[in-house]
């Protein structure tokens, strides 16, 4: 953590306040951290944790704030490299996980092809051509049935085969469809729960279809209710997983502001998996590309907050 500090586990500091500058000015807690801590430590009292330790980790170097052993916390902080070593990275590296240079990095997405390219001409042909279509709830289950498809190549371990380009512009067509976005976010859901959820939201009537005022219809009821009980449930993780990486791959190959719905649903689906690493970075793509996408302006705002998924506002917006 940059500037910051981690603790866990509850006992008054050692030597005084938690965020007490430290010897050398290169390792001080900035203010905004120092008071992150102070805020922690009373939580972790409140509930009986015990915090063995407090640590300021930068680029320079790290220490602990609880130390005022030279020998073992120098001025200058140790050395990063030996961040590197023991059991915590050791456990890392067992499951799997590396650190990155920076949150753009976490994408890891092979960059798509130029604008003037035959493939991403034909990607481009393949959007507009399909925004022509008529939505409706043939052209939805379409769709739906197209990104499932797609989504099981990203479902099996090992390599996924390049991503056609005429799919991807046929889902970034699709994903401007809030109703069929929706369902490709409740399908994340494991079993029956977002198969029944994205189904029953593929039949209802297009978006915005109804008189203002009037009373939704119970196809309109049922799909509410189903979305609710998918983006409640826990998602499936191999499903999650695809859809992000899926939705990530499409993205790619959205020219300007038609690939921010195909971010939006890549971050969704990190979120509701816990990697706010790449849902942040998902989300800054989607934002980028239109600034104004109520879904990533919407995720944006509980990644700030440190909202957990599980306690979502009801059902996506925009």
């Given at each position: ?22 010897p ?39 220490r ?35 650190a ?28 507009r ?26 479902e ?10 005429e ?14 976005r ?25 978006a915005?279809?109804?008189?203002p ?18 983006l ?15 939705a ?9 502001r ?42 944006s ?18």
């Amino acid at each position: 953590m940059h500037d910051g500090a981690a603790a866990h586990d509850g006992a008054a500091p050692p030597g005084g306040s938690p965020s007490a500058p430290g010897p050398s000015p290169r390792l001080r807690p900035s203010p905004a951290a120092g008071e992150l801590v102070e805020h922690l430590l009373r939580d972790a009292a409140g509930r009986r944790a015990r915090v063995l330790d407090v640590l300021l980790v930068a680029p320079a170097g790290w220490r602990s704030l609880w130390c005022a052993d030279e020998a073992c916390c120098p001025p200058g902080g140790r050395p990063p490299s030996e961040l590197a070593d023991g059991p915590v990275p050791a456990e890392a590296v067992l499951r799997g996980l590396v650190a990155l240079p920076g949150r753009a990095d976490a994408l890891a997405l092979s960059a798509a092809p130029p604008a003037a390219s035959p493939a991403r001409r034909d990607a481009d042909r393949a959007r507009r051509r399909h925004a022509r279509r008529p939505v409706t709830a043939g052209r939805r289950r379409e769709d739906l049935a197209l990104w499932r498809g797609e989504r099981a190549r990203h479902e099996v371990a090992g390599p996924v085969a390049a991503a056609d380009p005429e799919v991807c512009g046929r889902l970034l067509a699709a994903l401007e469809d809030e109703r069929l976005r929706d369902a490709v976010l409740a399908d994340t859901a494991p079993g029956a729960t977002g198969s029944r959820a994205a189904d029953v939201l593929v039949e209802g009537a297009p978006a915005g279809a109804a008189a203002p005022g009037a009373v939704p219809g119970p196809a309109t009821v049922a799909g509410h209710l189903a979305l609710e009980a998918a983006l409640g449930a826990p998602p499936d993780p191999v499903r999650a997983r695809a859809s992000a990486a899926l939705a990530a791959d499409v993205a790619r190959w959205g020219p300007g502001r038609a690939a921010a719905p195909a971010w939006s649903v890549a971050a969704w689906a990190w979120w509701s998996l816990g990697d706010g690493v790449r849902a942040g970075a998902a989300v800054d793509a989607a934002l980028r590309s239109r600034p104004d996408h109520p879904l990533a302006r919407l995720l944006s705002q509980a990644l700030a907050l440190g909202l957990p998924p599980r306690r979502r506002p009801p059902g996506p917006t925009g």
